[in-house]
């Protein structure tokens, strides 16, 4: 019963991580960085000063990194308590057998047996969750639960690079309901807001250093530096 728990546990966390990374990339973090946010929040390891910015200052992401450092206490306490529990020898029991196996075997030997088990379902489970056509297959799957059920909201922003002081480089698909959609780089007045616009991804072509005169349309995605706090507000309208 223990080593069946353990299994559900550990199969249980590599989803919920996943789900975890899901929906930080939903929020606007690039894939390999919400990878990692959602790992680090789980197993409460390796979350940095820099990259914390980029969670603190956004309310939805605040709400994935509480939920996935609850489960993962949680989680971690499961696995703990299970493993030590199947490590335990049983003393009044002699001897036992294993299931579909006529070998006899000592009690000693018991928590031994467990052990390997243990370490063959994690190998198992890692493999299983490390094949790249299952993991695009299950992530595709909860990605469109996720927005079906209205569970985290999609923003079209990518913060690619935090700087000391919550600066950053950001990549910001121009929404509908962008202020400064229709506008020119002048007319958006982002340079008074200490926003620097350093390259316009359009139709597939980039155009480095823009001119005040380029007008913003829908599609584009504007690559800007700043603190992003600030660009989230002046550029793109990010769900509370």
């Known amino acids: 019963m223990n080593l069946l728990l353990f299994i559900i546990v550990l199969v249980t966390s590599f989803i919920v991580v996943r789900i975890g990374a899901i929906a930080f990339q939903l929020t606007g973090l690039e894939w390999s960085l919400a990878k990692f946010q959602a790992l680090s929040c789980y197993s409460g390891t390796g979350f940095t000063t820099k990259e914390a910015e980029l969670v603190v200052g956004n309310p939805q992401r605040r709400r994935i990194a509480s939920a996935l450092i609850i489960l993962g206490n949680a989680g971690l306490v499961t696995m703990i308590a299970t493993v030590a529990n199947s490590l335990r020898p049983n003393i009044s029991?002699?001897?036992?057998?294993?299931?579909?196996?006529?070998?006899?075997?000592?009690?000693?030997?018991?928590?031994?047996?467990?052990?390997?088990?243990?370490?063959?379902?994690?190998?198992?489970?890692?493999?299983v969750f490390s094949?790249?056509?299952?993991?695009?297959?299950?992530?595709?799957?909860?990605?469109?639960?996720?927005?079906?059920?209205?569970?985290?909201?999609?923003?079209?922003?990518?913060?690619?690079?935090?700087?000391?002081?919550?600066?950053?480089?950001?990549?910001?698909?121009?929404?509908g309901d962008s202020p400064i959609l229709?506008?020119?780089?002048?007319?958006?007045?982002?340079?008074?807001?200490?926003?620097?616009?350093?390259?316009?991804?359009?139709?597939?072509?980039?155009?480095?250093?823009?001119?005040?005169?380029?007008?913003?349309?829908?599609?584009?995605?504007v690559i800007c530096f700043g603190k992003l706090e600030d660009i989230r507000n002046e550029i793109c309208v990010i769900p509370k």
């Open 93 to 127: 029991v002699p001897k036992f057998t294993i299931p579909f196996l006529r070998f006899v075997f000592p009690s000693w030997l018991l928590p031994w047996i467990n052990l390997t088990i243990i370490a063959i379902a994690i190998y198992m489970v890692y493999r």
């Open 131 to 175: 094949h790249s056509g299952l993991t695009k297959k299950l992530t595709k799957i909860l990605r469109s639960r996720l927005i079906k059920k209205d569970i985290v909201k999609p923003v079209s922003f990518e913060e690619l690079l935090v700087a000391t002081g919550g600066y950053g480089v950001s990549s910001i698909e121009i929404c």
């Open 182 to 221: 229709d506008k020119t780089i002048l007319q958006t007045n982002l340079r008074d807001k200490n926003i620097n616009v350093l390259a316009i991804e359009r139709d597939g072509e980039v155009i480095p250093n823009p001119k005040a005169d380029i007008k913003m349309i829908i599609g584009d995605k």
